[in-house]
Nanobody
Framework: QVQLVESGGGLVQAGGSLRLSCAAS????????MGWFRQAPGKEREFVAA????????YYADSVKGRFTISRDNAKNTVYLQMNSLKPEDTAVYYC??????????????????WGQGTQVTVSS
């Protein structure tokens, strides 16, 4: 089992920045690839970003590429999502998730094994 707890969400004006954190506990954090997803009201959960177990590979949704940066600190059992140039359409509940490296597409939420409870991000215009 891996327990994930997100933090860092909040209300920010368009153009502003936030940094989300996801603290992991339980099994060895560095064994897992990590991802961030988001879900806006009335919409399906969508992929935002992913990072390999070593941090050597990162992946982004086209909608956030160039604005968001995913990173991890295996010594601190934490994955981060730095969000810059935020837009109102970024408003959503953001979830971090963990998956075994052998799983399928990093873009698919059903390929993740563990989920946090989510943190709300609201971007005002």
């Amino acid at each position: 089992q891996v327990q994930l707890v997100e933090s860092g969400g909040g209300l920010v004006q368009a153009g502003g920045s936030l940094r989300l954190s996801c603290a992991a506990s339980g099994r060895t954090f560095s064994n897992y690839n990590m991802g961030w997803f988001r879900q806006a009201p009335g919409k399906e959960r969508e992929f935002v970003a992913a990072i390999s177990w070593s941090g050597g590979s990162t992946y982004y949704a086209d909608s956030v590429k160039g604005r968001f940066t995913i990173s991890r600190d295996n010594a601190k059992n934490t994955v981060y999502l730095q969000m810059n140039s935020l837009k109102p359409e970024d408003t959503a509940v953001y979830y971090c998730a963990a998956r075994y490296p052998s799983r399928g597409s990093y873009r698919s939420s059903d390929q993740y094994d563990y989920w946090g409870q989510g943190t709300q991000v609201t971007v005002s215009s």
